[in-house]
């Protein structure tokens, strides 16, 4: 009770909170005035049709990224894995506004993606060693918050900086904050360091953890082939079609080596927690990816409305992760994650009938509030039972599986997207009938997360 009491922002926790408040804001902004900057960049790097690329080409670095945090944190703490990543992060960021194709765009957002891996474990790991169990709901509840103001003024902002003078500011602006935010873990460095320190013996052998970053790769490089096969997909047999079908098979085999046994077929307890973070992540990033897409090209919105919409749906989110956080949900948060996927059920299938219906385009401020609600509520709430469920010797490996369920949900909603997209795209436009066929199968994977949340209680 004295370490609730004491809070996430008590002298004891202050230095620690804020480094990671500041981790995580940074990346937010970058993942939210990207959505809104891309439409204009992808028109002038002429790569409409491989716009989802732009996104997916960033998280499939990201899962090697989060593999090999997983292995250097459980070996040598976070420190390392943050400082990488901070570098690399700043470093992919300035690359993609300086670059004048879309290849070189690509390598930009891969580089950044690996270096946002790193990060997101490594926070993860400070968050299961340095924080008492009673007070880790909480801190999550101030991660997710993290995202409030990003997520309220990343869209208008990047909205804005697109319009007045270019897409490429939105990458370079976000340079500065990485490296404040870089010198400010480098001022906490001693007190993370003594607190996240790891007191027993690691969980897996130097051969596992060897093992365990070749797996890595593996799984990075099968999802790149995914990404690279779909992005401009055509229904013929072709070379794309092939590397797409062995990118498949590829992650098929290599996930379920690095995630926890039965994870696909929802075995009680931490598998069916990473089952329900990937089938979370696969919905929402799926979906949410092509509305600005939707809203500008379809509706004739301008950018700024677009950010406009994604903000206010933001909120919903940080609503979720607020109520998870409260300590009467202690022993129960497996109810809050079978209703978040109700909730972005809901939601997504709101965003359905807004596009096919021909609703007022501003509905989906509402629509994308209720798909927020359900993932503040689930991936929050997944996050304190994953700790809980593991060792304090495997916290890296149990938050690099689960950020990697994470990532790669993601990476496979928005290639599943994508290849539909690509396919069915026409550059007459009148994509509306394409926008409902890609969210209604979405729908369909975010309702399965209702029964996975009643699968992790053991």
């Known amino acids: 009770?004295?370490?609730?009491?004491?809070?996430?922002?008590?002298?004891?926790?202050?230095?620690?909170?804020?480094?990671?408040?500041?981790?995580?804001?940074?990346?937010?902004?970058?993942?939210?005035?990207?959505?809104?900057?891309?439409?204009?960049?992808?028109?002038?790097?002429?790569?409409?049709?491989?716009?989802?690329?732009?996104?997916?080409?960033?998280?499939?670095?990201?899962?090697?990224?989060?593999?090999?945090?997983?292995?250097?944190?459980?070996?040598?703490?976070?420190?390392?894995?943050?400082?990488?990543?901070?570098?690399?992060?700043?470093?992919?960021?300035?690359?993609?506004?300086?670059?004048?194709?879309?290849?070189?765009?690509?390598?930009?957002?891969?580089?950044?993606?690996?270096?946002?891996?790193?990060?997101?474990?490594?926070?993860?790991?400070?968050?299961?060693?340095?924080?008492?169990?009673?007070?880790?709901?909480?801190?999550?509840s101030v991660i997710s918050a993290a995202w409030v103001l990003p997520s309220l003024l990343g869209p208008p902002v990047a909205a804005w900086v697109t319009t007045t003078w270019s897409w490429r500011w939105v990458f370079w602006m976000v340079v500065v904050p990485v490296v404040v935010a870089l010198a400010a873990v480098l001022a906490r460095r001693t007190?993370?360091?003594?607190?996240?320190?790891?007191?027993?013996?690691?969980?897996?052998?130097?051969?596992?953890?060897?093992?365990?970053?070749?797996?890595?790769?593996?799984?990075?490089?099968?999802?790149?082939?995914?990404?690279?096969?779909?992005?401009?997909?055509?229904?013929?047999?072709?070379?794309?079609?092939?590397?797409?079908?062995?990118?498949?098979?590829?992650?098929?085999?290599?996930?379920?080596?690095?995630?926890?046994?039965?994870?696909?077929v929802m075995r009680r307890g931490l598998p069916s927690v990473m089952l329900a973070r990937f089938l979370l992540t696969c919905s929402f990033f799926g979906t949410v990816t092509y509305v600005p897409l939707m809203l500008v090209n379809e509706r004739g919105l301008s950018l700024r409305a677009a950010g406009a919409i994604l903000a206010v749906g933001s909120l919903g989110w940080s609503a979720g992760s607020w109520v998870q956080g409260q300590d009467r949900w202690a022993g129960r948060r497996y109810h809050l994650v079978s209703v978040g996927g109700l909730l972005l059920t809901c939601g997504l299938l709101s965003i359905v009938a807004v596009t096919h219906l021909g609703w007022n385009p501003y509905l989906t401020a509402l629509s994308l509030v209720a798909c927020g609600l359900g993932m503040g509520l689930g991936t929050a709430s997944l996050s304190v039972i994953s700790l809980l469920l593991?060792?304090?010797?495997?916290?890296?490996?149990?938050?690099?599986?689960?950020?990697?369920?994470?990532?790669?949900?993601?990476?496979?909603?928005?290639?599943?997207?994508?290849?539909?997209?690509?396919?069915?795209?026409?550059?007459?436009?009148?994509?509306?009938?394409?926008?409902?066929?890609?969210?209604?199968?979405?729908?369909?994977v975010a309702a399965l997360v209702t029964v996975a949340g009643q699968r992790i209680r053991t």
């Open 1 to 140: 009770m004295d370490d609730q009491r004491l809070g996430v922002f008590q002298p004891a926790y202050l230095l620690m909170s804020l480094a990671l408040v500041a981790l995580i804001t940074v990346i937010a902004f970058e993942g939210m005035a990207v959505s809104t900057a891309m439409p204009d960049a992808a028109r002038e790097l002429d790569a409409v049709r491989s716009y989802g690329l732009a996104f997916s080409v960033m998280l499939t670095t990201q899962l090697l990224g989060i593999v090999l945090a997983g292995v250097w944190c459980d070996r040598s703490g976070p420190l390392p894995s943050l400082y990488t990543g901070q570098l690399l992060f700043a470093v992919g960021c300035a690359g993609c506004g300086s670059a004048t194709g879309f290849s070189p765009f690509l390598l930009g957002r891969a580089v950044a993606g690996l270096g946002a891996g790193l990060i997101i474990v490594a926070a993860y790991v400070v968050v299961g060693r340095a924080y008492p169990e009673p007070l880790r709901p909480k801190v999550f």
């Open 191 to 264: 007190q993370i360091a003594a607190a996240s320190k790891v007191v027993e013996e690691p969980g897996r052998t130097r051969r596992q953890h060897v093992r365990a970053a070749w797996l890595g790769v593996l799984i990075s490089a099968s999802a790149g082939a995914v990404q690279w096969g779909t992005h401009d997909l055509e229904l013929r047999l072709s070379v794309r079609t092939v590397v797409a079908l062995t990118g498949v098979a590829g992650v098929a085999v290599v996930a379920p080596l690095l995630l926890p046994a039965g994870t696909w």
């Open 390 to 444: 593991s060792v304090p010797a495997d916290h890296g490996s149990t938050s690099s599986s689960l950020q990697l369920s994470d990532v790669l949900g993601s990476v496979i909603g928005i290639a599943a997207a994508g290849a539909v997209f690509a396919t069915l795209h026409t550059t007459a436009g009148h994509d509306a009938p394409v926008f409902v066929a890609m969210w209604l199968g979405l729908s369909v």
